[in-house]
């Protein structure tokens, strides 16, 4: 996923510094940090969920992290971090590429935008309709990884790929729009109303 943030920042106007990979070490990532002095913003990857070598985040506290939020009802993408290292803000991604990369649209792109005083900071969305059947929603909320087309009448169609397993990296790839379910949305049909998030808006 490094390589794919590094064009998204690019894209968006920043400057990406690779700081390399640490290992699941506090001497590691500590070494990692001491290297971010004087960069604007810190992304990480992996390492901020609860399992025995996921340090990132006891690294960070220990460094002063102002932490404002872990963990988020999201899908994909739950294990996200947010906060500020002094002057530095800090989103610690999750290390699953697609879902990194789908935190990195939603919540990296409109803090970059922030910090390049752009006045229009949120991800575009636009309506559109369903291409399939969708199931009923739990209370997480859904980004759906979908292909764009246009019906007959013109209308704007996304049609979501049938698995969305956060370790498909491939349909990633593939998709033009990540398609919004609501927490605890009811089982819609195949041409209701939906929105949509156009991966070339980004």
């Known amino acids: 996923s490094g390589l794919a943030l590094a064009a998204l920042i690019r894209t968006l106007g920043g400057e990406p510094v690779d700081l390399g990979i640490a290992r699941d070490s506090m001497e590691s990532l500590s070494a990692r940090l001491d290297a971010a002095a004087g960069c604007d913003l810190l992304l990480t990857t992996g ?3 609860v399992g025995e070598h996921d340090l ?8 002063g992290l102002a932490l ?11 294990p996200l971090m947010v906060g500020r290292l002094g002057a530095m803000p800090v989103v610690g991604l999750p290390g699953n590429p697609v879902s990194a990369l789908v935190c990195a649209v939603l919540f990296v792109g ?6 390049l005083g752009e006045a229009a900071v949120e991800p575009v969305e636009v309506p559109a309709i369903a291409g399939s059947d969708l199931a009923a929603n ?9 292909r764009l087309s246009r019906d007959d009448a013109g209308r704007l169609v996304a049609t979501p790929f049938p698995v969305q397993d956060s370790s498909m990296v491939a349909t ?23 929105r949509v998030i156009p991966l070339d808006t980004v």
Do not use: Q
């Open 47 to 49: 390492g901020v969920s």
């Open 56 to 63: 990132v985040r006891s690294v960070l506290t220990d460094r």
């Open 68 to 78: 404002e939020f872990w963990k988020i009802a999201m899908r994909p993408g739950k």
């Open 110 to 115: 409109p803090l970059i935008r922030a910090l």
């Open 138 to 146: 739990d209370r997480r909320e859904d980004y759906l990884r979908a």
């Open 172 to 194: 990633l790839a593939r998709c033009d729009a990540l398609l919004i379910r609501p927490p605890h949305a009811p089982a819609a049909p195949a041409g209701a109303v939906v």
